[in-house]
């Protein structure tokens, strides 16, 4: 099993207190945080699943979706394990909530070779690396080394993230970010109870995507499931827009996934119905597949 010892956590008596995201999960020694990566071993706090591979594959950056930046090129995306939400929704459960003891022996890589696969892969117009599929921010030993690296070979990193994550390791990773989609599940903190976020919910979001663009590229996803967020696209479109009206917005089709898979997908009028309500406030939005 792979593990590096953890950062942003306080001991507390044989339990530790992890503090990398709005959960502050206390963890009870032989016990992991609600995201199932960062452990208590000993009394000290330990990231499990360092440089764990679930998938790594060369797609085109609008996949992210990315469509303001570096439009036409590739990226090298890799993912890992484990999330610190539950949307029972999720569209990759198999890595980030249902995985099993096999992920401990799932391909293992360096932050080196990932910087290495980066560069080797650029004559197929890779411009570097996303941390996506799962939730990469629960990695985030992981994904600070490769980030640094990444810089260092010359190339780009690309985060796809719920931006769940508390200021201070935020700030911290930013530096070496070029881009980021960070998914803005709903707009309000009722909706974010339903996922999981114990606190936190979605101020905490909202502030990762206005810290986030001081920074760099931010485009915002929001996957609109019937029934559940229809009506908090209006005022998270207006909230966008108060920060900068040219913000990229996806809208995106839900499809039957997980604990939702007996719902039926979003109607293609729904979400264009909610893209024209969203342009009267941005500039840049986009409507996910309505075929």
């Known amino acids: ?70 439009p036409g090129k590739n990226i090298l995306s890799i993912g890992g394990f484990g999330c610190n939400l539950r949307c029972p929704f999720c569209q990759n459960s198999q890595i980030s909530i249902e995985y099993d003891a096999r992920w401990q022996y799932s391909q293992s890589l360096t932050a080196e070779q990932v910087a290495e696969l980066a560069v080797e892969t650029a004559a197929n117009r890779n411009i570097g690396v996303a941390y996506t599929y ?24 690309i985060l796809v993230t719920n931006g769940f994550i508390n200021p201070e390791p935020l700030e911290m990773l930013l530096p070496f970010i070029d881009a980021m989609n960070i998914d803005l599940k709903g707009f309000s903190d009722d909706f974010y109870t339903k996922l999981g976020a114990r606190r936190g919910g979605v101020e905490a979001v909202k502030q990762t995507i206005a810290t986030a663009r001081e920074f760099c590229h931010v485009e915002v996803t929001t996957l609109v499931i019937p029934g559940e967020n229809e009506d908090e696209v209006a005022p998270l479109s207006e909230w966008l827009a108060s920060l900068d009206e040219n913000i990229p917005l996806h809208l995106n089709r839900f499809y039957p996934r997980f604990k939702y898979s007996d719902k039926m997908p979003t109607p293609p009028e729904t979400l264009l119905r909610l893209g024209e309500i969203a342009k009267t406030r941005l500039t840049n939005v986009f409507i996910g597949n309505v075929r």
């Open 1 to 70: 099993m792979n593990r590096r010892k953890a950062m942003f956590w306080n001991p507390s008596g044989g339990a530790v207190d992890c503090f990398l995201c709005p959960q502050f999960c206390k963890i009870p020694e032989n016990a992991a945080g609600i995201c199932g990566i960062r452990q208590n071993m000993g009394g000290e706090l330990f990231a499990a699943g360092y440089g764990l591979v679930s998938s790594a594959a060369l797609d085109p950056i609008e996949k992210k979706p990315l469509f303001m930046f570096n």
């Open 134 to 157: 799962n939730e990469p921010l629960v990695n985030y030993e992981f994904l600070y080394d490769c980030a640094r690296h990444v810089r260092e070979a010359g190339m780009l990193n």
